[in-house]
């Protein structure tokens, strides 16, 4: 099947506008995460979703990000009033649940995000 | 979730086995030791993952100390492909959230 998909792969944005970026998981996956990654960084976890709540947001790094899931699959994650740091490859991630047992995390390909 | 500590790169001849080390000597009982992947563009992949006994999949195998505050991923048979960052992660399986914490990793690079 179908792996994580991320769109877009590319977004190339001024400084000061709102972006949204969007990850489909893996049908019948709950568990959803979103990491990102700065150039020559590690990967940094933002936020996480069971079904359609978040339970820890404790990554996300100033209140001009959000995300929301809707139905229980896809999520946005937005990002307002962009900044030059905010540049990064933004993954996400899907797994059959959030706890419970080893749930492999499925990453998708990523969305390169350039902030002008 | 337990720190780990990996060599910033290694070289490994193509068809050689590659062997990745990990300490993790602050690794708690219940913490489990994870191992993921990350080619050039593409997002981490999982590969193994285990508490204290070796375990091998069809992609690698895991080694773990007796003491646990160390482990060894062994590729046995290295190809170009398997050219990517690898972290090793130590963190409690089934807790809520199941997030995983990104170390350095090991930039491992297979040459012909």
């Known amino acids: 099947g179908a792996g994580v998909s991320q769109s877009p792969s590319n977004k190339v944005t001024e400084k000061g506008k709102d972006v949204e970026l969007r990850c489909d998981p893996i049908?019948?996956?709950?568990?959803l995460y979103w990491y990102r990654q700065s150039l020559g960084q590690g990967l940094e976890f933002l936020i996480y979703?069971?079904?359609?709540?978040?339970?820890?947001k404790s990554g996300l790094p100033s209140d001009r990000f959000s995300a929301e899931r809707t139905g229980g699959s896809v999520s946005t994650l937005t990002i307002q009033r962009t900044q030059q740091e905010d540049s990064a490859v933004y993954l996400c991630a899907s797994s059959l649940a959030a706890s419970g047992s080893h749930n492999e995390q499925f990453f998708g390909p990523g969305t390169r995000l350039t902030v002008l | 979730d337990a720190k780990t500590t990996q060599p910033t790169s290694m070289d490994c001849a193509e068809g050689r086995a590659a062997n990745l080390p990990c300490n993790h000597s602050t690794i708690s009982g219940n913490e489990y030791v994870y191992w993921y992947r990350q080619i050039h563009s593409q997002g981490p992949q999982y590969i193994i993952h285990?508490?204290?006994n070796n375990e091998t999949n069809e992609m690698a195998s895991l080694i773990i100390t007796e003491d646990r505050k160390s482990s060894t991923l062994i590729l046995p048979h290295a190809t170009l492909r398997d050219t990517a960052v690898y972290y090793c992660i130590v963190r409690v399986a089934g807790a809520a959230g199941n997030k995983l914490t990104f170390g350095g990793g090991t930039r491992v690079l297979v040459k012909p």
């Open positions: 285990g508490l204290k």
């Open positions: 049908s019948g996956h709950t568990a």
């Open positions: 979703f069971q079904g359609n709540s978040a339970p820890d």
